[in-house]
């Protein structure tokens, strides 16, 4: 096992320098931090663009680039330079880090757990109403486009909030992660932050729960189908053992890998999400780089974007390897 | 027959029973056909989607009020003249939508052709020749795989501002460089297995070349798979490139998509112009559900395992 | 055997000789194509310690009718008839009282021995849930109970294996396990489903040879359910044979083998090759393949491939009626004319070759020992 995960780490590790390798080429050509200026009326002294083009290091070759920003990065933990130079990249990244980690994560949970529970259901009362129910809305669901859903809800809570507590502060916030004035007391505190995060979450959840049920559903079904589980009812156990214990655990491995794979995905869906709840995290910083044609902060938020998709990936491999015999024992 | 001593009858009498082929043969388009047609909700769907298509691509030479030119009337709500109302710039909304639905199909299908057709025939070479030329033509796949398609077509599409900004070729273009990889990861898996079966030891046998082995034998077999990854491919373009305009890196004015509209309208609830939000993003939501319940459809009908049982 | 399990609590011996009676079984599956129907009329009884085999093709009903005996049938599969286990109606049952039946008095063994073991258990504990499902014992017990049973299957180096997961087990070794899930309870009819048919020929004689130490084990009365009538001969008591739903003989494992009354079990016999004959003979096949049961044709459905048929045959299916003894049955119009037959009188030989003679392959005129393809005359 210890043997397995070291393994499958080096092999991340060529990985994540062709990737990052990849994304320099690719994003240090489509951005140029000197658009904005070159683009200004009446046109900036050439001067000045040379002047600021060195000093975003941008008059060297391509390759050369990578490689500065690469050692740069690795060795002295520098992380480029800003087009502001009040903007400090590390801290700007951690904290909007954390500000999207605490929607995703919240929103994985909310999602896994109803998507477990449909799919289980939905399988085991196959062809029912419940399941032509359950496989309506889901399909319902992964036809919303994220950001017309949002601006939905965005609207509806406005109209709830204006109908049930016209004068005093909204229930349902429909921007910002907190209040800037949140209430005392825990309760109060826990009220307030739960209506801040419940839009968001419903939206972000909203695709994941729908591919993942019917993603749980049809492998549920395969196992109920296979032979160990007709054994498993001919040794005489009960349905609950038999469901739960055996085909339940078989079922939930695809499901888990699966899952570990969309969260690095949920990032286009986290751009959409705060772009119109107006989150300060991660989404809301890439959308301000791409606008500002900030290169830096833009690499490192793709670097760190990369991570999190080889680490999720890896999370996947490791999982399997936990959950199955035959692939751990191999 | 060959001739052993069974009392049959040499040439039956037209009136004798058929004892022993008694189920209708049916070739492989015909069971698949038919499949299909049992699947109510993906029929529905053929018929909304063909509709759609119809009407957005017919439909401005009936309804010939321009899209984008300004009239008087200033965000009326939906009437004789204006049957979807009209927006802040007096723009009709229903040619609007039309103009709308048309760029956005025309975008989905494009990419959904053209990145399934080569991921596919990637994904084959790869599965078939394994070896050092699989490692190296999926790690490949894998990388552009790891780049999130939003993200990276947001940050490309960024470059090409000016003369070229939002023509909708170059979207479609990028859409189907981050998207090809998808196709080709699953078609390689299943050639992987496919290579394996005996009818492509028969196939060498008979001194078949690879070339005609990959592509009379085995991809033949990877259809089903296609179809249905093509058609969903569709839908997620649709969604992708709807997103990519509601924030302003997709489709630019003059010209307009379903997103466009939607980000145009998104205060329109509040403001009290509710038509201007919800008309664009059901027509969004009409195309992807019925694409969706297409591909459900096909999968359906083209799984071998399906027996759907009439209680 | 040993005492760790509780004892039976119904030690009562039961009134009637049967402990297993099926009466008149029909199962129809609805399907988008139509009705299939897949068993139309069995009826067999089985005693204590009796070996039944069911033989058949594929699609004759065989596994589907002994799914019917453990309630493993899908939902929408619709059953009619009766199965009486010790005098006991199991139609009709609800799942709760089907659950203190299944691997307690009736027990079944699965044909893929690859899939029948759950893949993320290990091997022990997939046997310790079999006894502790139906006894209340202690873990320590139930773990000595599943060494013992590994050691009666034959499975060499039981403590080792029983903390193995199934992919480590070779094909027939797993089957061995399942043979061991079946017994261990001490079941009172053990239904083995085609159990050597996915392993090869050198397992399958170990595989027969753990079926048989389990029933000596456990007393238990056997249904061997084969298309493989050479496994049917070394165990069976008594045959029944199937086709296209329906049994068409059943009597005593001698009666059926040296005295068949129906053209199939006759065809049947002759399209084995033996080993042990003294001349070249032709194999005999039988041409055709078995009808769907789907749209079943009136009459006999071995009517297109009987070379004895008449109109009759097309027309009035037959009943099973007694034949040469005791228990003996056969349905045929026929069977009177196939005393003292055998397959090459009834059955052409295959035709693309007829021109050839028979001693081709063996030298002229010297009895062929070893291994040649030829059927002997069973006398």
Known sequence: MFAFTIRRLLASIPVLFFSTLLVFLLVASSVDPLEPLRAKNPPVPRTTLIAEGHRLGLDHPLLQRYWDWLTGLILHGNWGTPVQPAYHIADRLGTSFLVTFRLVIFSIICSLALAIGVGVLSAVRQYSKIDYAATSVGFLFLSLPTFWFAALLKAWAIQFNGAVRPDGPPIISTFGAASPNPPAGFFAQFGDDFGHILLPTITLSLISYASWSRFQRASMLEVLNSDYIRLARAKGLSRRRVLFRHALRNALMPLTTQVALDTAALLGGVVITETVFEWHGMGYMFIQAVQGYDLFPLLAWLLVAALLVIVFNLIADLLYAVLDPRIRLA | MPDTTVTQQASPAPAAVEREFTVKVRTQREIVFHRYLEHRAAVASTVVLLLLILVAFLGPLFWTTPYATMTNDIQVSPSGAHPFGTDSNGYDLLSQVLHGTQRTLEIAVSVSLVSTTFGAVYGAIAGFYRGWVDTLMMRFADLVLTLPALVFAIIITDKFSGNTAGKWYFLALILIVLGWPACARVVRSQVLSLREKEFVEAARALGASDRRIIFRHILPNTIGSIFVIATLTVAGTVLVETALSFLGFGIKPPDTSLGLLVENGKTAIQDGYPWLFYIPGIFIVLIVLSINFIGDGLRDAFDPQQTRVRA | ?379
Request: proline share 8%; aromatic share 4%; charged share 20%.
């Open chain 3, 1 to 379: 055997m040993s005492d760790i399990l509780n004892p039976s609590i119904e030690v009562e011996p039961f009134d009637g000789v049967n402990l297993l009676t099926v009466d008149n079984l029909t199962v129809d599956f609805p399907t988008a194509d139509g009705v299939v129907h897949a068993v139309r009329g069995v009826s067999y009884r089985l005693r204590p310690g009796e070996v039944l085999g069911i033989v058949g093709e594929s699609g004759s009903g065989k596994s589907v009718s002994s799914m019917a005996v453990m309630g493993l049938l899908p939902r929408t599969a619709r059953i009619n008839g009766s199965i009486k286990f010790r005098g006991e109606e199991l139609l009709g049952l609800s799942e709760r009282e089907l659950m203190a039946v299944r691997g307690k008095k009736i027990a079944m063994i699965f044909q893929d021995p690859m899939t029948s073991l759950n893949p993320v258990y290990k091997v022990g504990f997939q046997l310790e849930e079999a006894v502790l499902a139906h006894n209340d014992i202690s873990n320590a017990d139930a773990r000595k109970r599943a060494l013992e049973l590994l050691e009666v299957v034959g499975i060499p180096f039981p403590e080792k294996r029983i903390e193995q997961y199934p992919h480590e087990f070779s094909g027939g070794m797993r089957q061995r396990v399942v043979i061991a899930i079946a017994m261990a309870n001490n079941p009172d009819v053990i239904i083995a489903d085609e159990p050597t048919t996915a392993l090869d020929v050198t397992v399958q004689a170990q595989v027969l040879e753990a079926l048989r130490a389990a029933q000596r084990e456990t007393g238990a009365a056997m249904v061997l359910i084969t298309h493989d009538l050479g496994v049917v001969a070394g165990q069976a008591d008594r045959v029944l044979v199937m086709y296209a739903g329906k049994p068409v003989e059943i009597g005593p494992v001698d009666d059926i083998y040296y005295k068949p009354r129906m053209p199939y079990t006759l065809g049947l016999l002759g399209s084995l090759p033996r080993l042990d004959s003294s001349r070249a003979e032709r194999l005999t096949p039988i041409q055709g393949a078995p009808p769907s049961l789907l749209n079943l044709p009136p009459g006999c459905p071995f009517t297109p491939r009987c070379p004895m048929a008449q109109p009759v045959c097309s027309e009035r299916e037959p009943d099973l009626t007694a034949v040469t003894g005791v228990g003996h049955e056969a349905a045929c119009h026929f069977s009177g004319q196939l005393a003292d037959k055998h397959a090459k009188d009834v059955f052409a030989g295959s035709a693309d070759d007829a021109h050839i003679p028979a001693e081709f392959g063996a030298a002229a005129d010297v009895p062929a020992e070893g291994p040649t393809t030829i059927v002997e005359n069973a006398s």
